[in-house]
Nanobody
Framework: QVQLVESGGGLAQPGGSLRLSCVAS????????KTWARQVPGKGPEWVSG????????YYTGATKGRFTITRDNAKNTVYLEMNSLKPEDTGLYYC??????????????WGKGTLVTISS
């Protein structure tokens, strides 16, 4: 059974940093691309960042590029999201997702339950 479990969320001040982790199980972690997305109440999910299975390709939105860094450790079945220079608009429920192939252009078939990030002074 595929499981994705996020952690690392919490309260941070504007300008601060957080590091999110997503530990996966139930499949061969290194064979699939991963994505971080977020959702704010009342809005649809927003894609934050993605990483291919071989780490060669990463993707960021205009809102996160230069501030967020996605990495993965295939030996630990874990994908990370390092978030710096946080802004109040980064507040949301962050969750990771598994793609159906090695590339971030493919669809996603599994999601975690998320970890809540709140940016406030």
């Amino acid at each position: 059974q595929v499981q994705l479990v996020e952690s690392g969320g919490g309260l941070a001040q504007p300008g601060g940093s957080l590091r999110l982790s997503c530990v996966a199980s139930g499949f061969t972690f290194g064979n699939y691309a991963k994505t971080w997305a977020r959702q704010v109440p009342g809005k649809g999910p927003e894609w934050v960042s993605g990483i291919s299975s071989d780490v060669r390709v990463t993707y960021y939105t205009g809102a996160t590029k230069g501030r967020f860094t996605i990495t993965r450790d295939n030996a630990k079945n874990t994908v990370y999201l390092e978030m710096n220079s946080l802004k109040p608009e980064d507040t949301g429920l962050y969750y990771c997702a598994k793609h159906i192939t090695t590339t971030i252009a493919s669809g996603m078939d599994s999601w975690g339950k998320g970890t809540l990030v709140t940016i406030s002074s």
